[in-house]
């Protein structure tokens, strides 16, 4: 259960990945070590680590698990013992610098191209049918933005990036319902941080266990939304809101995934070998590099509006590059 597993007090004891037990483990989704939230304090994780005996730690994960691997390698070398720490980059959200991908991505955009698929399904079964999906994707979008493309079938993409407004000649609102006169049917692509500035609640910010914010549904919000300027217009809609949550996430790895991570791995252990530490195994311009933690989690990586990503998007939805009314 991730750094909570390196707890002195831990419920489980670390797990031996024993031949046996990882024989089947391609076939399956998710994580049989268990993942967890919240600091551990990087002596205790130490303490567990030396009775152990361990002398390479390798840490999956995005940019949490990353400033906590940087941490804790940080207090080994402060202690001066040999200890390597080397992470494996592993999210979905794909938003860790100077990494062309992470492990996980291909997968969630497998499986959030069918969700578009059955979206784009039910707009076009009903009369002024609009299908609407929320995906994962809270600071960067490139899981709304690829599926997106993959699928073909979208007219609008909203992501964290790039802000929007619902009201005025330019909001999305009214483009959405001149979308709706020339072809009486929608699909709405929203990440789950895209429009956070447009939903007031006024009350205190929530956060999560690893002090991340906890964010508000976009998607209801825009469901409402939608369904509200429509009524107020006379204009009847059918709205099929799908939020796939982590459905997208809980599935055995693609095949593209699957040999990426064998690589990630064999590239991950050559380098706690070699005596490396407080790294990254990733890849980058065909190559597999060592990138310092320090330098991927020192900002996040986002869609830029000019590159060819999203310029793709705008191209096969047709969406305004600028909805702000």
Known sequence: ?????????????????????????????????????????????????????????????????????????????????????????????????????????????????????????????????????????????????????????????????????LEGKNGFLNVLEQRMQRKHHAVVVAAEGAGQDLIQTGGPVERDASGNVRFKDIGAFLKAEIEGHFARRSIPVNVRYIDPSYTIRGLPASAVDAEFCVSLGQHAVHAGMSGRTDMVVGAWNQHYTHVPIKAVVESRKQIDTQSPIWQTVLNTTHQPACMIG
């Not at 030396?50 to 207090?75: C, M, P, Q």
């Not at 291909?106 to 999906?133: F, Q």
Request: net charge negative; proline share 5%; charged share 20%.
């Open 1 to 165: 259960y991730g750094y909570a597993g390196l707890a002195p007090d831990a419920v489980n004891p670390p797990l031996e990945l024993a031949a046996e037990r990882v024989d089947d483990i391609q076939e399956l989704p998710g994580t049989i070590l268990g993942s967890s939230r919240g600091p551990v304090p990087a002596e205790a994780m130490l303490e567990t680590l030396r009775n152990y005996g361990v002398k390479i730690l390798f840490t999956v994960g995005g940019d949490g698990t990353l400033r906590g691997a940087s941490a804790l390698a940080a207090e080994i070398k402060r202690q001066k013992l040999s200890i390597s720490v080397i992470g494996v980059p592993k999210t979905i959200d794909n938003d860790l610098n100077w990494l062309m991908r992470s492990f996980g991505f291909s997968t969630a955009v497998d499986a959030a191209t069918r969700v578009l698929d059955a979206a784009h399904c039910e707009a076009k079964c009903a009369w002024n049918g609009i299908g609407l999906v929320k995906l994962m994707g809270r600071h960067s979008g490139f899981i709304a933005a690829h599926a997106t493309v993959a699928s073909g079938i979208v007219n609008f993409c909203l992501v964290p990036e790039v802000p929007f407004s």
